[in-house]
């Protein structure tokens, strides 16, 4: 791990975490999450099959932590600044509008989650817990490398520290390697200057 800490077990992981996370018991929440999916090697991703059906890891994570967003207090400030953000544009039918505006909320509070798992993660990995890869290959996509998908990797020590945890997701959700799709090539432009550089193409 990149901090050193002198506490065993949980408590020098929570330890790591109070110094490389703004939010560390969001953060120990996500790490748990990603170690209750990860297999022997400690690897979670890039897909969890839920209920039969490939979903992202990074889309469960923020399915599973979805009620820290939407406290009944947050939630309807959230919905007072969509309103007002929609205002303009409503039709003036209670029903559709109010459906429209729910589903407005919906999507803000999807993003905020997204964007705290992605801010924990991130976190975990400054502080040594967790590494992450791209798995996938590389797609005609407006960003270079769109159609690849995160894997978490929680470090041996971690994960050894929560077997209790990982047991008893077994049979709930699992993680799931990306779907078998036949590589694309990608060219990317070649370094103008000195240095080694990728070439002309590459496949993840």
């Known amino acids: 791990m990149e901090h050193s800490t002198h506490k065993p077990g949980l408590g020098g992981i929570y ?4 110094q490389a996370s703004s939010r560390p018991r969001y953060a120990f929440l996500v790490l748990q999450l990603i170690a209750e999916l990860a297999d022997e090697r400690g690897h979670a991703g890039p897909f969890v099959k839920c209920e039969g059906r490939p979903v992202l890891l990074r889309e469960w994570l923020c399915e599973q932590l979805l009620p820290m967003s939407e406290r009944p207090g947050r939630r309807a400030s959230l919905r007072r600044r969509v309103e007002g953000e929609l205002a303009g544009s409503l039709s003036g039918n209670a029903e559709l509008d109010a459906q429209r505006i729910e589903q407005a909320v919906d999507e803000q509070v999807r993003a905020i989650g997204r964007a705290n798992v992605s801010r924990a993660v991130s976190e975990l990995v400054k502080a040594g817990i967790v590494s ?3 798995q996938g290959y590389a797609t005609n996509h407006a960003h270079q490398g769109g159609g690849r998908n995160v894997v978490y990797v929680v470090k041996p020590e971690v994960l050894q520290l929560l077997p209790k945890a990982r047991s008893e ?3 709930v959700a699992s993680s799931i390697a990306a ?3 036949a590589p694309i ?3 990317v432009p070649q370094r103008k200057r000195g240095g080694a550089g990728q070439g002309d193409l590459f496949a993840a």
């Open 15 to 18: 330890a790591l975490l109070s």
């Open 169 to 171: 997701t077994i049979g």
């Open 185 to 187: 090539l990608v060219r």
């Open 179 to 181: 779907p078998s799709v």
């Open 132 to 134: 992450r890869f791209y």
